[in-house]
């Protein structure tokens, strides 16, 4: 019985984890990078959103000073967040560790030297010398006479060192998030398929080296929609709402609305507003709402943490080709064609999850598909993902069915008519069904094989 109800209640879930429209409302591209300025080159920009992924900062910093002297508050929440970062790594710690001295004068000599101080206790290969090993690593930039090693570091400069040092330890340790992935290729093309979750949490972060790689060399990138495209949210606004005096109790039975009514004053949210929402627009906020400060991050922070929205930016940092598998029009337009009834369907199901929330409830689906995401166990995610996927309905043929088949042609096309190297992310899910990407890349003769 419990299995029932959770497949009936997982639908709204699987659409905000694996289809990039249900996440539109809760982010805004803009507010996701460092403020631009002449003076920030695009490397130092992306290793800027890079720490942002690992959670040892919060990006308010960006408007609180961050080219000026950063202070003792800020220091220590920084180093105190790193190294509880290198700590969930396990690391064996090295027994002939001893800590250098540091004044805590917050100089980037003195930073460097209490950065150095996290990751020597480990064993790892870092030598003896602060100063040397953050040099050979280039974590600390600049020429040997213009470190200004005595001057007091800025709130931003401060974020790099950490933020290349998190990348680094990770590196020597040989680990990072290896994700669902898999690569087809023909005598002349070489795609690399990658399965994503549209809602993230700095544990992903940051990703195998290899995972990394493979995307670097990448000609472009390909998504299922390129949120970054502000015409798309504009879109979804225009569909997302009534326009002809209609609200949602004119389209809704009694019942629903009473529940509606109930999960507004739990959530303290104007019915006002609400009414105004078609159900599949609703359906899909009050899942993203109903996951909030399960994992300590509100939803607009854990959607910035989606891996979709890590590629796109790092598309558009190395000014890398974004190609639309389907576009956030297609999308919306899939969500606005479905039927009364599945579009109520859908609302009802989120809405008796919330008012009588299970034992295994969202916030463990997903901890259990980040998990084996991060391990790069597709089995388990498979696994995971399959036991909630529920039945045929009209909603989950929306989500998957003719969509896998036509994402498929297009990937075949690239194999088919393009040469050199391409990477796709999708929502996990289009490669783990009967009838998914995969299944019909293979029909077709391509050979998919695991990325590891």
Same mark, same amino acid.
């Given at each position: 019985?419990?299995k029932?109800i959770?497949?009936?209640?997982?639908?709204?879930?699987?659409?905000a984890?694996?289809?990039?429209?249900?996440? !539109?409302?809760?982010?805004?591209?803009?507010?996701?990078?460092?403020p631009?300025?002449p003076?920030?080159?695009?490397?130092v920009?992306?290793?800027?959103?890079e720490g942002?992924k690992?959670?040892?900062?919060p #990006? #308010?910093?960006y408007?609180?000073g961050?080219?000026?002297e950063?202070?003792v508050d800020?220091?220590?929440?920084?180093l105190?967040?790193?190294?509880?970062? !290198?700590?969930s790594?396990?690391?064996?710690?090295?027994?002939?560790?001893?800590?250098?001295?540091?004044?805590?004068?917050?100089?980037r000599?003195?930073?460097?030297?209490?950065l150095?101080?996290?990751?020597?206790r480990? +064993?790892?290969?870092v030598?003896?010398?602060?100063?040397?090993?953050m040099?050979?690593?280039?974590?600390l930039q600049g020429? *040997?006479n213009?470190?200004?090693?005595?001057?007091?570091?800025?709130?931003?400069?401060?974020?790099?060192?950490?933020?290349?040092?998190?990348?680094?330890?990770?590196?020597?340790?040989e680990?990072?998030?290896?994700? !669902?992935?898999w690569v087809?290729?023909?005598?002349?093309? #070489?795609v690399?398929?990658?399965g994503?979750?549209?809602?993230?949490?700095?544990d992903?972060?940051?990703?195998?080296? /290899?995972?990394?790689?493979?995307?670097?060399?990448?000609?472009?990138?390909?998504?299922?929609?390129?949120?970054l495209? #502000?015409?798309?949210? +504009?879109?979804?606004?225009?569909?997302?709402m009534y326009?002809?005096?209609t609200?949602?109790k004119?389209?809704v039975?009694?019942e629903?609305?009473?529940k509606?009514?109930k999960?507004?004053?739990?959530y303290?949210l104007?019915?006002?507003?609400?009414?105004l929402?078609?159900p599949?627009t609703?359906?899909?906020?009050?899942?993203?709402? *109903?996951?909030?400060?399960?994992?300590?991050?509100?939803?607009?922070?854990?959607a910035?943490?989606?891996i979709d929205m890590?590629?796109?930016l790092?598309?558009?940092?190395?000014?890398?080709?974004?190609?639309?598998?389907?576009g956030?029009?297609?999308?919306?337009?899939?969500?606005?064609a479905?039927?009364?009834e599945a =579009?109520?369907?859908?609302?009802v199901?989120?809405?008796?999850?919330?008012?009588n929330?299970s034992?295994?409830?969202?916030?463990?689906?997903?901890q259990?598909?980040?998990t084996?995401w991060?391990?790069?166990?597709v089995?388990?995610?498979?696994?995971?993902? =399959?036991?909630?996927?529920?039945?045929?309905s009209?909603?989950?043929?929306m989500?998957?069915?003719?969509r896998?088949? =036509?994402?498929? /042609?297009?990937?075949m096309?690239?194999?088919?008519?393009?040469k050199?190297?391409y990477f796709v992310?999708?929502g996990?899910g289009?490669f783990?069904?009967?009838?998914?990407?995969?299944?019909?890349?293979?029909?077709?003769?391509? /050979?998919?094989?695991?990325?590891y």
């Amino acid at each position: 019985m419990m299995k029932k109800i959770l497949k009936r209640t997982s639908a709204a879930l699987l659409g905000a984890s694996l289809m990039l429209t249900t996440v !539109v409302p809760v982010i805004h591209a803009k507010e996701q990078s460092p403020p631009l300025s002449p003076s920030i080159s695009n490397q130092v920009i992306e290793t800027l959103v890079e720490g942002e992924k690992y959670g040892i900062y919060p #990006t #308010t910093w960006y408007s609180e000073g961050f080219h000026k002297e950063i202070s003792v508050d800020k220091v220590n929440e920084l180093l105190a967040l790193t190294e509880k970062k !290198v700590a969930s790594l396990g690391l064996v710690e090295n027994k002939k560790y001893k800590p250098l001295n540091v004044k805590n004068d917050n100089t980037r000599g003195d930073i460097v030297k209490r950065l150095y101080n996290i990751v020597a206790r480990y +064993d790892l290969p870092v030598g003896t010398d602060a100063v040397k090993f953050m040099k050979d690593h280039n974590i600390l930039q600049g020429y *040997s006479n213009e470190l200004h090693l005595e001057q007091k570091a800025t709130t931003q400069q401060a974020v790099l060192l950490a933020s290349r040092l998190i990348k680094i330890t990770y590196e020597l340790a040989e680990q990072g998030a290896k994700g !669902v992935a898999w690569v087809v290729e023909d005598e002349d093309t #070489t795609v690399y398929l990658l399965g994503s979750i549209h809602l993230g949490t700095p544990d992903l972060y940051p990703f195998d080296q /290899k995972l990394v790689k493979a995307f670097d060399k990448a000609d472009a990138l390909l998504v299922e929609a390129n949120i970054l495209d #502000t015409k798309g949210l +504009d879109y979804y606004a225009k569909k997302a709402m009534y326009s002809d005096g209609t609200t949602l109790k004119d389209a809704v039975a009694p019942e629903t609305y009473a529940k509606l009514e109930k999960v507004a004053k739990l959530y303290n949210l104007p019915m006002e507003q609400l009414t105004l929402q078609k159900p599949w627009t609703l359906s899909s906020t009050l899942a993203m709402l *109903s996951t909030d400060n399960s994992f300590g991050m509100t939803p607009q922070e854990m959607a910035k943490h989606g891996i979709d929205m890590y590629f796109l930016l790092n598309a558009d940092l190395q000014k890398k080709p974004v190609i639309e598998l389907e576009g956030m029009k297609a999308q919306v337009d899939m969500f606005d064609a479905l039927s009364p009834e599945a =579009q109520e369907q859908s609302l009802v199901a989120v809405l008796d999850s919330i008012i009588n929330p299970s034992e295994e409830n969202q916030s463990n689906i997903l901890q259990e598909w980040f998990t084996s995401w991060k391990q790069g166990n597709v089995e388990e995610f498979a696994k995971s993902f =399959q036991s909630m996927e529920g039945g045929s309905s009209e909603y989950n043929e929306m989500l998957f069915g003719v969509r896998d088949e =036509q994402m498929a /042609k297009k990937i075949m096309n690239v194999l088919e008519e393009k040469k050199g190297t391409y990477f796709v992310v999708v929502g996990s899910g289009h490669f783990l069904g009967e009838k998914s990407i995969r299944h019909h890349l293979e029909k077709n003769g391509y /050979k998919v094989k695991p990325f590891y």
